[in-house]
């Protein structure tokens, strides 16, 4: 079963890629590496949640916008490569805006982690950081890269 059809059986669909805040490209290729840009959770062009965990969001919501995160990065891969051309998930980097005192924020990446796992199998076996910060963009309450390895092809 190829990732798309992985993503439909789960009943999950990739959003639109978020125009850039800034100046840098949504996701960029290296070889047989695509790196993603950090993605926070919009949902229809709009911030899902503001705040920080542990104070105006909690661990299990924060774990769901970690997964919307996921969505946005798969979306500038797919963008760029095509879903289907990833073989593997190589790394997650997650920021976990984290109110004083804060420290679960392997538990808010789970649920990046655990998406992946449910839609890639063994090949979404992959390192990770989880990290708190003072602030994010926009005062979202997390953020997510990926680092995925694609075939060697171009798909698009």
Request: aromatic share 6%; net charge negative; hydrophobic share 45%.
């Amino acid at each position: 079963m190829t990732p798309g059809e992985r993503l439909r059986e789960l009943g999950e669909r990739l959003p639109p890629v978020a125009a850039p805040a800034g100046a840098y490209l949504p996701a960029v290729r290296s070889g047989s590496l695509v790196f993603t840009a950090g993605q926070v959770p919009f949902v229809d062009g709009r911030m899902a949640a503001t705040g920080k965990v542990g104070a105006e969001v909690d661990v299990a919501q924060a774990a769901g916008f970690a997964r919307i995160c996921v969505l946005n990065a798969l979306a500038a891969v797919d963008a760029l490569v095509g879903l289907d051309s990833i073989t593997r998930v190589v790394k997650i980097t997650g920021y976990v805006a984290s109110a004083p005192g804060f420290t679960e924020q392997p538990a808010v990446l789970d649920g990046a982690s655990t998406f992946i796992g449910e839609l890639f199998g063994d090949a979404g076996g992959h390192a990770r950081s989880a990290v708190g910060v003072a602030e994010l963009p926009k005062n979202a309450p997390v953020e997510v890269e990926l680092v995925v390895e694609v075939t060697t092809e171009v798909s698009r």
